[in-house]
């Protein structure tokens, strides 16, 4: 066995904007020793190629760039000693020991941890995973690769662009492409809504004039050694290709938009639930998955739309990963489950230990369609644990409710039921 | 008599908002439904202004480019001509958030600050 | 460049390959040409990764010998190249009486063609050997001599082990045509878009380019077109995938859509076989890629498209008319040998090899073995299948095998750097991603890919904007933003 092994009361995986808050927060909770282990050469995550503003006005009241929002965090780290092992690669976990397996180029590293906080975010879906047929020429990319390429690496990936996918990775590089010299020919959204915010859409596309296509998607890349155009087509309510509709657009580049997935192989390497709906770890109001002592926080769990909200609910897991650590954390032998109703997608937190609850717990979800005019309620059986109005709801922004701890810890058993229901339903 | 349709980006209802003048001054504006909303559509008509955040060649960084972005929003039409002021641009050290890398750029009173460091 | 030499090969496919490395054993001069910027050709990179048994080749033909020779011969030719290497067997699965009889006709066609192993398996025995197929089969046909492999480290084997022992590779380099002797039309040189190599002997083992480079000796009773196979490649792991290659019955031109476990245990699903006239094309298309995954689910109900990494599509060198294989001198031109038409070259590579060096010494070519011949070859150490000591060992000796750059398949710094600069070398993208599998997994390349290109760029001192994805005009990047 090498002798590298270290030992920690709290150690965060990933120091993205959801580790970097576990971590501080951890350390406020009175963990004495806590470390960041993360793969890049340095901290910040993916907040560090995000050089567009529209961070922090939550959390700080400020609208900051990626870069700086996450500066915030690792001066704090910096200030309260939280160690940093950078270039560093969490490979597995052994989740029985807590024991995180990872190496740099010093060697094989174990740190053994009274409790993990998995924060590793997320990777962008690929073009072979919505199997868009035709040739595999260079030239196409993820949105975020080009960003990496474009913010980190200072290449322009192209000249001529077709972004598929309305999310707003794809939104942003659109502005940030064009503003680079390169010419973005357009938009394609396979959905017959915008699946990023609309404040993307005026400021990134119709600023510039770049032509967005709704219920469209790609049909075809053509290309032998680079792209050289691509074919669209207009689809159907299930969003099949309707023959007949196709056109094409020379470009040289295809940059995919079209969803992220929590990045969860070194959490299934320690044997944590996963819930197969978000593909992120099952937790409960304290952020801890169902193996003990190991907590999830930020896009690992679900995809967030507001880095703000990343803190605020890393913070939670911090704050639970000390305690537990210290082995002040609440218990409970109840759990109740909290699923997802009508109109819902997912819930995060996916269970709560009724008995154990010490504060106000928000529940995270995303809707399924968008909607006007809905109430949302919570119900454990006949008891109505929330409920409340709104305009609008669409599955591009995170919702949530909050409940009381105290109405939580007088559960006794059934499941917590959070339904959308549109106005002409609840009749 | 100029007229601009706006989208306002405030809040999710994305009030469609039309606002008529004669380019410098607004005559009429319907649509919104909300003071902020009217404050957006007025300022999108009169002298729509955008924040501007990219990067700057960098001397002396771990990186070959660092992050920068404007210290307010610059006028939208300047936009352009700024980026080829950025383009000429190098950052050198001592590198700190909110150090400026060009001052009052093309005279708008704007300051194009770093934001990493 | 080197311009002379005593024996050409045209084309670093599987063929070319091996031919490279049997011929090395002897004291010869010999050049490996190669149009693409990496070895592997068209069809040899992009397959099945299957080591056929020679069971179902026409009786009594050379493809057959070659073809069940080889197969014999890989487990030990694939130890001493450390190329990984599984003899899975092959189930043919019948879905009807009807299919149940033709199996009877292959069984007997195996026997006789010398796979006294072949099978049959009863309906139960079939769901017992893989709990995943289809409850409505009712029988199938064991092949056990059936084997997968790694291609690519195949391939590098052959070629690394060649150069190793003083073959000359030559990459990016396109044969246009065979000179000979205007009097009696033998072979003087070859002229290539990098100049003329004079030499004795050309083997042509350039498959779908074949019968291009024939012409130019004016014997050519054929034509190559190009058959496209689409492929799809599902996860690893995954709890339905089969541990046999799984096949229906063949069709009169190919053997079908397979499920073939690959040896990183992945599931590879398809091919299709579609007749095209662009031999570069190599597009799937919507219609086909479904019509593959209908097909596959007749024998595996649970494969899902939701389980895919990726599509590919692979061109074979199909030849017309379909005779046994062409592995020949010609009569009228000394100096010329072909080795063309063979439909799986993979397969028969080793024993293609022999053969083309036993018609090289009825040819008379002096053929005097090298004493020194070295026999064996190491791969490249993957950190990926290293222990927590061997990593902790290799990276305390060099510190760039800690620097891990692909995440999904756990390909580390030092790999890339050795990839680069061992035997023929990796010098794009692709050619990364295929000797070490950086840019093969779940992400495809989303976050091994700026990472890849800055290596290349450093350890081939070109700048970022030259590195291609695989040949010239495929560059990964447009432009340098701030300069």
């Given at each position: 066995m090498s002798n590298s092994e270290y030992k920690y009361d709290v150690a965060v995986i990933g120091a993205g904007p959801a580790g970097l808050a576990a971590a501080l927060a951890a350390k406020k909770e009175g963990a004495e020793k806590v470390v960041l282990i993360e793969r890049d050469f340095r901290p910040g995550g993916i907040l560090e190629q995000c050089v567009h503003t529209g961070f922090g006005l939550k959390y700080f009241g400020e609208e900051l760039s990626g870069p700086e929002y996450a500066y915030r965090f690792i001066k704090k780290c910096e200030d309260k000693r939280i160690e940093m092992m950078l270039n560093t690669m969490a490979l597995n976990i052994d989740g029985a020991n807590r024991v995180i397996h990872a190496v740099n180029q010093n060697g094989a590293v174990q740190i053994k941890a009274g409790a993990i906080v998995l924060s590793m975010g997320c990777r962008e879906r690929t073009r072979a995973q919505i199997v868009i047929p035709g040739s595999r020429p260079a030239g196409i990319y993820t949105a975020g690769t080009a960003q990496r390429f474009c913010n980190v690496q200072n290449h322009i990936v192209g000249r001529e662009i077709v972004i598929v996918g309305s999310g707003d990775i794809g939104m942003i590089m659109a502005r940030r492409m064009t503003l680079e010299g390169a010419k973005v020919k357009a938009v394609v959204e396979v959905m017959p809504y915008l699946a990023g915010l609309t404040r993307n859409r005026v400021q990134c596309l119709d600023d510039f004039g770049i032509p967005l296509y709704l219920s469209h998607t790609v049909v075809n890349i053509e290309g032998k050694r680079r792209v050289n155009r691509v074919t669209v087509a207009k689809v159907d309510e299930g969003r099949q290709p309707i023959k007949g509709t196709e056109f094409d657009i020379d470009c040289d580049t295809v940059l995919l938009s079209v969803g992220l997935i929590p990045e969860n192989e070194v959490s299934k390497s320690a044997g944590v639930e996963l819930d197969p709906v978000t593909k992120g770890p099952l937790v409960d109001q304290n952020m801890m998955t169902r193996t003990p002592g190991i907590f999830a926080c930020g896009n690992v769990v679900h995809v967030n739309d507001l880095v703000d909200n990343v803190s605020t609910e890393s913070e939670i897991a911090g704050d639970s990963a000390a305690k537990f650590a210290k082995g002040t954390l609440k218990g409970a032998d109840n759990e109740i489950s909290v699923k997802p109703g009508t109109l819902v997608r997912y819930m995060v937190p996916r269970f709560i230990e009724a008995g154990g609850v010490e504060r106000e717990t928000k529940m995270y979800f995303r809707v399924t369609e968008p909607a006007k005019n809905v109430t949302i309620e919570a119900k454990n059986g006949e008891e109505t644990l929330y409920h409340s109005r709104k305009k609008f709801v669409n599955p591009g922004e995170i919702e949530h409710i909050q409940i009381a701890a105290d109405q939580l810890n007088r559960l006794k058993g059934g499941d917590i039921v959070v339904n959308v229901i549109k106005d002409e339903e609840a009749r | 008599m100029i007229g601009k349709e706006v989208i306002c980006v405030i809040c999710p209802s994305s009030c469609h908002i039309s606002v008529k003048g004669d380019g410098k001054t607004i005559s009429e504006i319907t649509g919104f439904t909300c003071k902020r909303g009217k404050e957006y559509a007025e300022n999108e008509y009169i002298a729509p202004k955008r924040s501007l955040a990219t990067t700057v060649k960098a001397e002396g960084y771990s990186c070959p480019i660092i992050s920068v972005r404007s210290n307010k929003p610059l006028p939208k039409e300047k936009i352009t001509d700024a980026m080829e002021v950025i383009r000429q641009a190098v950052a050198k050290p001592p590198f700190y958030v909110g150090k400026p890398v060009i001052e009052n750029i093309l005279d708008t009173g704007v300051d194009i600050v770093l934001t990493n460091q | 460049m080197k311009n002379e030499a005593d024996i050409v090969i045209v084309g670093a496919g599987a063929i070319g390959s091996a031919i490279a490395r049997e011929l090395s054993r002897y004291d010869l001069d010999v050049i490996l040409v190669e149009r693409n910027e990496d070895i592997g050709g068209y069809a040899s990179k992009c397959n099945s990764a299957t080591l056929c048994s020679g069971h179902d080749a026409p009786l009594n033909s050379l493809e057959t010998r070659l073809t069940s020779a080889s197969n014999r011969a890989y487990e030990e030719i694939c130890k001493k190249l450390d190329v990984s290497y599984k003899r899975t067997g092959m189930i043919y699965v019948a879905h009807n009486e009807e299919e149940l009889v033709r199996l009877r006709a292959i069984k007997k066609k195996a026997i006789l063609n010398g796979e006294y192993n072949a099978e049959t398996l009863s309906k139960e025995k079939v769901h017992e050997l893989e709990p995943s197929i289809n409850p409505d089969i009712v029988g199938g046909l064991l092949i056990p001599n059936e084997a997968i492999v790694d291609v690519m480290e195949l391939l590098l084997a052959f070629v690394e082990n060649a150069m190793d022992n003083g073959v000359t590779l030559m990459l990016e380099t396109k044969v246009t045509g065979i000179n000979t002797d205007p009097v009696d039309h033998h072979v003087v040189s070859v002229s290539t878009d990098k100049g003329d190599i004079k030499c004795k002997f050309v083997i042509n083992a350039a498959a779908i380019y074949a019968d291009a480079l024939a012409k130019s000796v004016g014997f050519c009773d054929y034509y190559n077109y190009p058959r496209t196979g689409q492929f799809y490649v599902l996860d690893k792991?995954?709890?339905?995938?089969?541990k046999h290659i799984v096949v229906p019955l063949p069709t009169p031109i190919s053997r079908g859509r397979l499920l073939t476990p690959s040896i990183e245990g992945n599931l590879l699903v398809g091919p299709s076989a579609d007749n095209m006239t662009d031999r570069e094309d190599t597009k799937t298309d919507k219609e086909t890629l479904d019509s593959i995954l209908k097909d596959c689910r007749k024998m595996i109900p649970a494969i899902s498209p939701m389980d895919s990494v990726t599509q590919f599509c692979g061109v074979r060198p199909a030849i017309y008319p379909k005779t046994d294989w062409r592995i020949r001198a010609i009569d009228g031109c000394k100096g010329y040998i072909e080795a063309v038409g063979i439909n799986q070259g993979i397969s028969g590579a080793p024993g293609v090899a022999k053969y083309v060096a036993e018609i090289l010494d009825d040819e008379g070519l002096e053929m005097i073995e090298k004493k020194n011949w070295i026999s064996e070859r190491k791969a490249i150490r993957r950190f990926a299948k290293m222990t927590e000591e061997e990593r902790d060992a290799v990276i305390r000796e060099n510190p760039k095998f800690g620097n891990i750059i692909c995440r999904c398949e756990t390909v580390s710094e030092g790999e890339i750097i050795e990839a680069i600069h061992k035997g023929p070398g990796a010098r794009s993208v692709d050619a990364i991603k295929r000797r070490l599998r950086a840019g093969m997994g779940r992400c495809q390349g989303g976050f091994c890919g700026p990472r890849v290109v800055e290596i290349l760029a450093r350890e081939l001192n070109v700048s970022p904007e030259e590195i291609c994805k695989n040949e010239k005009g495929s560059e990964m990047l447009a432009r340098e933003n701030r300069k």
């Amino acid at each position: 066995m090498s002798n590298s092994e270290y030992k920690y009361d709290v150690a965060v995986i990933g120091a993205g904007p959801a580790g970097l808050a576990a971590a501080l927060a951890a350390k406020k909770e009175g963990a004495e020793k806590v470390v960041l282990i993360e793969r890049d050469f340095r901290p910040g995550g993916i907040l560090e190629q995000c050089v567009h503003t529209g961070f922090g006005l939550k959390y700080f009241g400020e609208e900051l760039s990626g870069p700086e929002y996450a500066y915030r965090f690792i001066k704090k780290c910096e200030d309260k000693r939280i160690e940093m092992m950078l270039n560093t690669m969490a490979l597995n976990i052994d989740g029985a020991n807590r024991v995180i397996h990872a190496v740099n180029q010093n060697g094989a590293v174990q740190i053994k941890a009274g409790a993990i906080v998995l924060s590793m975010g997320c990777r962008e879906r690929t073009r072979a995973q919505i199997v868009i047929p035709g040739s595999r020429p260079a030239g196409i990319y993820t949105a975020g690769t080009a960003q990496r390429f474009c913010n980190v690496q200072n290449h322009i990936v192209g000249r001529e662009i077709v972004i598929v996918g309305s999310g707003d990775i794809g939104m942003i590089m659109a502005r940030r492409m064009t503003l680079e010299g390169a010419k973005v020919k357009a938009v394609v959204e396979v959905m017959p809504y915008l699946a990023g915010l609309t404040r993307n859409r005026v400021q990134c596309l119709d600023d510039f004039g770049i032509p967005l296509y709704l219920s469209h998607t790609v049909v075809n890349i053509e290309g032998k050694r680079r792209v050289n155009r691509v074919t669209v087509a207009k689809v159907d309510e299930g969003r099949q290709p309707i023959k007949g509709t196709e056109f094409d657009i020379d470009c040289d580049t295809v940059l995919l938009s079209v969803g992220l997935i929590p990045e969860n192989e070194v959490s299934k390497s320690a044997g944590v639930e996963l819930d197969p709906v978000t593909k992120g770890p099952l937790v409960d109001q304290n952020m801890m998955t169902r193996t003990p002592g190991i907590f999830a926080c930020g896009n690992v769990v679900h995809v967030n739309d507001l880095v703000d909200n990343v803190s605020t609910e890393s913070e939670i897991a911090g704050d639970s990963a000390a305690k537990f650590a210290k082995g002040t954390l609440k218990g409970a032998d109840n759990e109740i489950s909290v699923k997802p109703g009508t109109l819902v997608r997912y819930m995060v937190p996916r269970f709560i230990e009724a008995g154990g609850v010490e504060r106000e717990t928000k529940m995270y979800f995303r809707v399924t369609e968008p909607a006007k005019n809905v109430t949302i309620e919570a119900k454990n059986g006949e008891e109505t644990l929330y409920h409340s109005r709104k305009k609008f709801v669409n599955p591009g922004e995170i919702e949530h409710i909050q409940i009381a701890a105290d109405q939580l810890n007088r559960l006794k058993g059934g499941d917590i039921v959070v339904n959308v229901i549109k106005d002409e339903e609840a009749r | 008599m100029i007229g601009k349709e706006v989208i306002c980006v405030i809040c999710p209802s994305s009030c469609h908002i039309s606002v008529k003048g004669d380019g410098k001054t607004i005559s009429e504006i319907t649509g919104f439904t909300c003071k902020r909303g009217k404050e957006y559509a007025e300022n999108e008509y009169i002298a729509p202004k955008r924040s501007l955040a990219t990067t700057v060649k960098a001397e002396g960084y771990s990186c070959p480019i660092i992050s920068v972005r404007s210290n307010k929003p610059l006028p939208k039409e300047k936009i352009t001509d700024a980026m080829e002021v950025i383009r000429q641009a190098v950052a050198k050290p001592p590198f700190y958030v909110g150090k400026p890398v060009i001052e009052n750029i093309l005279d708008t009173g704007v300051d194009i600050v770093l934001t990493n460091q | 460049m080197k311009n002379e030499a005593d024996i050409v090969i045209v084309g670093a496919g599987a063929i070319g390959s091996a031919i490279a490395r049997e011929l090395s054993r002897y004291d010869l001069d010999v050049i490996l040409v190669e149009r693409n910027e990496d070895i592997g050709g068209y069809a040899s990179k992009c397959n099945s990764a299957t080591l056929c048994s020679g069971h179902d080749a026409p009786l009594n033909s050379l493809e057959t010998r070659l073809t069940s020779a080889s197969n014999r011969a890989y487990e030990e030719i694939c130890k001493k190249l450390d190329v990984s290497y599984k003899r899975t067997g092959m189930i043919y699965v019948a879905h009807n009486e009807e299919e149940l009889v033709r199996l009877r006709a292959i069984k007997k066609k195996a026997i006789l063609n010398g796979e006294y192993n072949a099978e049959t398996l009863s309906k139960e025995k079939v769901h017992e050997l893989e709990p995943s197929i289809n409850p409505d089969i009712v029988g199938g046909l064991l092949i056990p001599n059936e084997a997968i492999v790694d291609v690519m480290e195949l391939l590098l084997a052959f070629v690394e082990n060649a150069m190793d022992n003083g073959v000359t590779l030559m990459l990016e380099t396109k044969v246009t045509g065979i000179n000979t002797d205007p009097v009696d039309h033998h072979v003087v040189s070859v002229s290539t878009d990098k100049g003329d190599i004079k030499c004795k002997f050309v083997i042509n083992a350039a498959a779908i380019y074949a019968d291009a480079l024939a012409k130019s000796v004016g014997f050519c009773d054929y034509y190559n077109y190009p058959r496209t196979g689409q492929f799809y490649v599902l996860d690893k792991n995954l709890p339905y995938a089969p541990k046999h290659i799984v096949v229906p019955l063949p069709t009169p031109i190919s053997r079908g859509r397979l499920l073939t476990p690959s040896i990183e245990g992945n599931l590879l699903v398809g091919p299709s076989a579609d007749n095209m006239t662009d031999r570069e094309d190599t597009k799937t298309d919507k219609e086909t890629l479904d019509s593959i995954l209908k097909d596959c689910r007749k024998m595996i109900p649970a494969i899902s498209p939701m389980d895919s990494v990726t599509q590919f599509c692979g061109v074979r060198p199909a030849i017309y008319p379909k005779t046994d294989w062409r592995i020949r001198a010609i009569d009228g031109c000394k100096g010329y040998i072909e080795a063309v038409g063979i439909n799986q070259g993979i397969s028969g590579a080793p024993g293609v090899a022999k053969y083309v060096a036993e018609i090289l010494d009825d040819e008379g070519l002096e053929m005097i073995e090298k004493k020194n011949w070295i026999s064996e070859r190491k791969a490249i150490r993957r950190f990926a299948k290293m222990t927590e000591e061997e990593r902790d060992a290799v990276i305390r000796e060099n510190p760039k095998f800690g620097n891990i750059i692909c995440r999904c398949e756990t390909v580390s710094e030092g790999e890339i750097i050795e990839a680069i600069h061992k035997g023929p070398g990796a010098r794009s993208v692709d050619a990364i991603k295929r000797r070490l599998r950086a840019g093969m997994g779940r992400c495809q390349g989303g976050f091994c890919g700026p990472r890849v290109v800055e290596i290349l760029a450093r350890e081939l001192n070109v700048s970022p904007e030259e590195i291609c994805k695989n040949e010239k005009g495929s560059e990964m990047l447009a432009r340098e933003n701030r300069k």
